[in-house]
Nanobody, 125 residues
Framework: QVQLVESGGGLVQAGGSLRLSCAAS????????MGWFRQAPGKEREFVAA????????KYADSAKGRFTIARDNAKHTLHLQMNSLKPEDTAVYYC??????????????????WGQGTQVTVSS
């Protein structure tokens, strides 16, 4: 059974930073590409960033480029999302996700095999 456990959400002022973490089992972490999605109130869930099993392979949504950094801690089997220069429009529930392959060219909700429980990020203006 694949379990993804997120942590690190919270309330932050605009311009601030947060780091989200997603802990997974060793097998999951080594076999599957993993990423982050988010869902704002009244909106569909959208892709944010992803990291494949292939070292150095990352992908970002345009809204995340230059502000967010996704990184894998191989020793702790944990995926991080460092979010800087946060904006009120980044407010959403952030979900850790894993797909059942090592790499994906395009990330969207339909290819996700496993989801975390979600963690709330609120950015105040």
């Amino acid at each position: 059974q694949v379990q993804l456990v997120e942590s690190g959400g919270g309330l932050v002022q605009a311009g601030g930073s947060l780091r989200l973490s997603c802990a997974a089992s060793e097998r999951t972490f080594n076999m599957y590409a993993m990423g982050w999605f988010r869902q704002a109130p009244g909106k569909e869930r959208e892709f944010v960033a992803a990291s494949s099993w292939i070292a150095g392979s990352t992908k970002y949504a345009d809204s995340a480029k230059g502000r967010f950094t996704i990184a894998r801690d191989n020793a702790k089997h944990t995926l991080h999302l460092q979010m800087n220069s946060l904006k009120p429009e980044d407010t959403a529930v952030y979900y850790c996700a894993a797909i059942d392959t090592t790499y994906a060219t395009n990330w969207y909700e339909g290819i996700v095999a496993y989801w975390g429980q979600g963690t709330q990020v609120t950015v105040s203006s």
